[in-house]
Structure formats: structure tokens, C-alpha cells
């Protein structure tokens, strides 16, 4: 199963974000999408998984248009991790993850022992199976980060869209989740994620795109196309890539 | 951390299944009986139930239990729980713990048409259906602003529309008030929109209870979906849910359930705003326990406060003010119990 954007233009009625975009992403890789604030990650995002209509241009999964699946077959095919929030209501933790199998339900159908079974597995996976019982509520920004992965794992879709994953976790949590989205991908799912450090993009991508200004400034192996030069110009302060020792590459931005 | 849910008093319930709401059951059927021996023509509890199982006919005790206080406590169990299972709709769709049966615009179209339909000094079947037929229209008239305005919050966009028919109802039902006449037609409005049971009789249950069935029984097949429709929409929708249809389907049923109550017993303010809040604090926010618990709590509520109603003075006391004076406190209470209250 592949997410396929051609020439894509993304925006919200006549106001147009961005254009010409071009992406796909399919089992075992993962596409990491870099871009300042406000370059319109969030409208693609948005438009990939066909909460917003493109512009110009089309989004495929699976080889089908989008546009021309049901919001429930779209949820069988690519699930969707967005930034945490805090809902009104204070469900159990087990239940928001719960809710990821609503798109494997009939209508009138309530989650079953399986399902409870897939959930209860899926938050095991993340570790965090003793947060079942507390209310989604009271969890802390990067525990709810951590149940919507969670969520999305149940899911079981072969393709995973989230939306600045790392945001809310603290340096612990940051690397546990990249290395449990590495360890997605070795399992064959196909992820697009969107992130603000290229660190990340460096350290998992098999893909980088990135957004600036309307359009990719530029895409391609991680490695190659995150020069200092190019991140210099896209996030407008200065910055050098290093090598560790050990060939692992870092961004170092110039601070004061 | 147990497996429990906060209660009022912050101590912790088992949050099982089935044993709250079978408990809340028991609990209203008791007060049902209770309430049927209540009023000044005094009737044993064991003569009661005599004339409940059919042992006694036609004497006087019967007639004023079967013919009078039957009728009246079954509306009461009726529009409370219809009112109440309608808020906990509202509130979990709209994502909004304040919002209430009326946020649509139910209250006051129906307001609206049994008003007029009071003022041409129609039949009381015919006011009913006026009533019913100005809940639906308000909240038709409601939805067709919320589609008709785009790219904006849709949930924003129909509370907002809501209060605006809202309020154009309110100004007509005024307009009428004033033309109407002053010793005949006004006493009888004015009693309307303060709500009553006083007038209910037993045919008037008859179309009412389906009316209900009908709105109620959706609600209860799609609980597990109004629960991911209260994330949010756009969450929803990426959890396979067609949000916008789901949430026209359940206003619909909510508004059904709504105006058919609203078209029996006038204007009853406040069961449904803060019954569901009560019944979330026993059972949490999923939906498909909250949904009985609300309405059991809701005919509780009722019961006791038409009972309150009918019995305090020698007057009649229109409901709509007694639960006002009731849960008006009681609301603020919970706010200021601050966000903790939403559990």
C-alpha cells in the first residue's frame, strides 16, 4: 500500500498554501517532512489523509483516489496521529485507544473482546499498558502523545500519518518514539511524519521533503539533501551538520 | 489507579457495567410507586397495588390512581428521561458539557407554535402538534444556516445559528403574548411555557411514547460512534466516522425526542443540562452507559419534582419553576467545581 501526492496544491478554499508537491510513501519507509512554522504542513497533512479537498492535483492510496473513498475505507488504509490535545470529556485511556477500531466496526456495532484484545496489545507495543485505566484527561502532553500512537497502532492500517510526533515528549520519550517508528517501519508499515528537528529526519528517515515557501525547496535521502546550506536558507539562521563519531550527522543551530 | 470513577462526595464507584444503572431502575420504580400514593386523596400502599394488578374496578380510588396520577406519573418518568437522554446527545455531539436540549432552537420553535396554536384557540391535540412541528422547523431552519455558512467551525456555526432562531422564536412567542387575550389565552400561555403535567392525560401518552421510541432508538444503536464523534470532527473523521452525517442523524433523533416531550408537557427547563452532567459523574463519559443512566436519573428527577409540583401547595406549582429554583444552584455549583465537574 502506497500514499502517492501528484502535483499537489494545498489550501484552504481560494487560499492556496502551497503547490507542485509531489511525495509518496510505501511499506518500510519513512517519509520525514521538514519546514519552518506556517510552511503548510499541517494543510498537507490535512489534504494527504482527505479531510480537506487538493486544490490541483490528487492523493492516491493505494492506487485509489482518495477523494473517491469512504471515510472508513480511508481508515482502513492510513491512520492518522495527530498533535495531542485535550478532548472534553475524560474517557480512559484504554478507550481513546479503543477508538482506533471504529473504522473495523459496523455502524451499530460495539468493539468486542478482539478488539479490546488489539487495543490492550497496541499500548502494551507503546508501554504504557498501566495508563489504561487513568482518564485521557489527566495524562500528561506526552502520555496522550503516546496513547494516540497507541490508537493509531490499533488501527492497523499499512500506512501511519503523524502530525509532529515528538512535539510534546521530553528527551526520553523522543528517542523511545522514533525508535518505536523505526521498528514500524521494519514491520513494513509506510509512515509519514511531520517534525520540526532534521536530527529526526536524519536519524529515521528514508526520505525527506522539505517545505519552504510554497513549494519542496528540496527532496530526496536524508543525508544528501540536508546540507547546512539548505537548512541555513530554509530556517534562516545559521547551522552547521556534524559527524559524530560513529557517522551519526547532527544539526547544530548558531545560538546568540 | 483503581478502576472507579469520581462520584459527588469524590469517592470512587466501581465503574461496572450493568450495576449503577440497574440500581438507578429499581431506584425510580420505587419512587414511581411512591409517587402514585402521593396527593390528598389518600391511598394505602397495599390498596395500590390491588388496583395496579387489576383486583379493584371502578371505585373512586381506582379511578384517581389509573385515570389520574397513572398518567401523570408516566409522563413525568417520560419527559424526564426524554429530556435527559437528549442533553447527554447534545452535550457529547457538541462537545460541550453546557449545552442543553433547547441549544437548537427546540424549545423555543416549539414554544413558538403551541403559542400560536393557543392564540387561534386550537385543540389540544393540534397545539401539541404545532409544538412539535416548531421544534422540528427551528431546528431544520437551524441546520440549513449551519450548511449553508462553510469554512467556518461547524459546531460554532450551529450553536451560534441556535441562538439566533432561538431568539427570533422568542420575539414572535412575545408578539403573540401581547395580541393575545388577556383573560382567556394569556393565563394558558404563560402556564405552557412555565411547563406543566397538570393537563396530561393518559391518550395524550399514546403518540408521545413512540414519538420518543423512535428518536431514542438510533441514539442507542450509534453510541459507540457519538463517542468518537466527541473528539471531535475532523478526529472522527480520520477514525473512519462520516462525522457531518452521523452528527445530522443524532440531532434529528435528539430533536424528535425533544420536541415530542416539549409538545406534552411545555417548556421544562434545566433536567436536560443537568441530569446528564449528574449521570457522567456515575458512569463516565461512554456513551452507551450514559445514555440510560441519564434517562433513569432524568425520570427520577421529574418524578419527584412534578410530584413536589402537585403536592406542595394547594395551587399548582408550574414544574418549569421548580426545576429552575432546583438546578439553577445546582449548575453553578458544578461550575464551580471547575473542569473536574465534566467528569
Redesign the interface.
Known amino acids: 500500500m502506497r500514499l502517492a501526492a501528484e502535483g499537489l496544491a494545498i489550501g484552504?478554499?481560494r487560499v492556496r498554501v502551497a503547490g507542485g508537491i509531489s511525495l509518496s510513501a510505501g511499506p518500510g519507509e519513512v517519509l520525514c517532512l521538514l519546514g519552518p512554522n506556517g510552511s503548510g504542513k499541517t494543510t498537507l497533512f490535512?489534504t494527504l489523509?482527505g479531510?480537506i479537498p487538493a486544490l490541483e492535483g490528487e492523493v492516491t492510496l493505494g492506487g485509489d483516489p482518495a477523494g473517491r473513498l469512504?471515510?472508513?475505507?480511508?481508515?482502513?488504509r492510513v491512520?492518522?496521529v495527530?498533535q495531542a490535545?485535550l478532548?472534553?470529556?475524560?474517557?480512559?485511556a484504554r478507550?481513546v485507544v479503543l477508538?482506533?477500531r471504529?473504522?473495523?466496526?459496523g455502524?451499530?456495532?460495539?468493539?468486542g473482546p478482539a478488539d479490546r484484545e488489539i487495543a490492550a496489545e497496541a499500548m502494551e507495543r507503546i508501554g504504557i499498558a498501566d495508563l489504561a485505566?487513568?482518564?485521557y484527561t489527566r495524562l500528561s502532553g506526552g502520555q496522550r502523545q503516546l496513547v494516540l500512537i497507541a490508537r493509531a497502532l490499533a488501527?492497523e492500517a499499512p500506512l501511519l500519518v503523524m502530525d509532529e510526533p515528538t512535539a510534546s515528549l521530553d528527551f526520553g520519550n523522543q528517542a523511545r518514539v522514533l525508535g518505536e517508528i523505526a521498528a514500524l517501519a521494519g514491520r513494513n508499515l509506510g509512515v509519514v511524519l511531520s517534525t520540526h528537528d532534521p536530527d529526526h529526519a536524519l536519524a529515521l528517515g528514508t526520505r525527506v521533503v522539505v517545505l519552504h515557501e510554497g513549494a519542496i525547496a528540496a527532496e530526496g535521502a536524508p543525508g544528501e539533501v540536508l546540507t547546512a546550506e539548505l537548512l541555513t536558507r530554509v530556517y534562516g539562521v545559521p547551522v552547521s551538520v556534524e559527524t559524530l563519531p560513529g557517522g551519526r550527522r547532527v544539526c547544530v543551530p548558531a545560538i546568540g | 489507579?483503581?478502576?472507579g470513577r469520581r462520584t459527588l462526595s469524590g469517592v470512587r464507584l466501581g465503574a461496572g457495567g450493568v450495576a449503577p444503572v440497574a440500581l438507578l431502575a429499581l431506584a425510580v420504580l420505587a419512587a414511581a410507586f411512591l409517587c402514585l400514593l402521593a396527593g390528598p386523596f389518600e391511598i394505602g400502599a397495599g390498596r395500590a397495588l390491588a388496583i395496579l394488578f387489576g383486583a379493584e374496578e371502578g371505585t373512586r380510588e381506582a379511578r384517581v390512581i389509573l385515570g389520574i396520577r397513572l398518567p401523570r406519573v408516566l409522563a413525568a418518568l417520560l419527559v424526564g428521561a426524554a429530556l435527559a437522554a437528549a442533553g447527554a446527545t447534545y452535550q457529547?455531539i457538541f462537545?460541550?458539557?453546557l449545552v442543553s436540549p433547547d441549544i437548537l432552537g427546540v424549545s423555543a420553535g416549539a414554544s413558538l407554535g403551541a403559542v400560536l396554536g393557543i392564540f387561534l384557540a386550537l385543540p389540544v391535540a393540534a397545539i401539541q402538534g404545532m409544538a412539535f412541528a416548531g421544534g422540528l422547523g427551528a431546528v431544520a431552519l437551524v441546520s440549513a444556516i449551519g450548511a449553508a455558512v462553510r469554512?467556518r467551525d461547524p459546531v460554532l456555526i450551529l450553536i451560534l445559528a441556535g441562538v439566533v432562531v432561538g431568539a427570533l422564536a422568542g420575539a414572535a412567542t412575545s408578539l403573540l403574548k401581547v395580541m393575545a387575550d388577556p383573560y382567556d389565552q394569556l393565563p394558558a400561555i404563560t402556564f405552557w411555557l412555565l411547563g406543566s403535567l397538570a393537563a396530561v392525560t393518559g391518550g395524550d401518552l399514546w403518540p408521545t411514547l413512540p414519538a420518543v421510541a423512535v428518536g431514542l432508538v438510533p441514539l442507542v444503536?450509534?453510541?459507540?460512534?457519538i463517542?468518537?464523534l466527541?473528539?471531535?470532527d475532523?478526529?472522527a473523521?480520520?477514525?473512519?466516522?462520516?462525522?457531518a452525517r452521523l452528527r445530522g442523524l443524532t440531532i434529528v433523533c435528539a430533536t424528535l425526542v425533544t420536541a415530542s416531550v416539549v409538545a406534552l408537557a411545555g417548556v421544562v427547563g434545566w433536567v436536560g443540562l443537568v441530569i446528564p452532567h449528574l449521570a457522567?459523574m456515575i458512569t463516565?463519559?461512554?456513551f452507551?452507559r450514559l445514555l440510560p443512566a441519564a434517562a433513569l436519573m432524568g425520570a427520577g428527577y421529574l418524578l419527584l419534582t412534578d410530584t413536589l409540583a402537585r403536592t406542595m401547595a394547594t395551587t399548582e406549582i408550574p414544574l418549569g419553576i421548580l426545576t429552575a429554583v432546583v438546578g439553577a444552584p445546582f449548575f453553578l455549583w458544578l461550575l464551580m467545581r471547575g473542569r473536574r465537574g465534566?467528569?
Request: charged content about 25%; cysteine-free.
Open positions: 484552504h478554499g490535512r489523509l479531510l469512504s471515510r472508513a475505507e480511508i481508515a482502513r491512520a492518522f495527530p490535545h478532548p472534553v470529556f475524560p474517557f480512559p478507550e477508538m482506533g471504529s473504522a473495523r466496526l455502524a451499530f456495532a460495539q468493539p485505566e487513568r482518564d488501527q | 489507579m483503581g478502576a457529547a462537545r460541550n458539557p469554512g444503536l450509534l453510541r459507540w460512534r463517542n468518537v466527541s473528539l471531535g475532523e478526529e473523521r480520520t477514525l473512519g466516522i462520516e462525522a457522567r463516565g463519559p461512554g452507551g465534566w467528569a
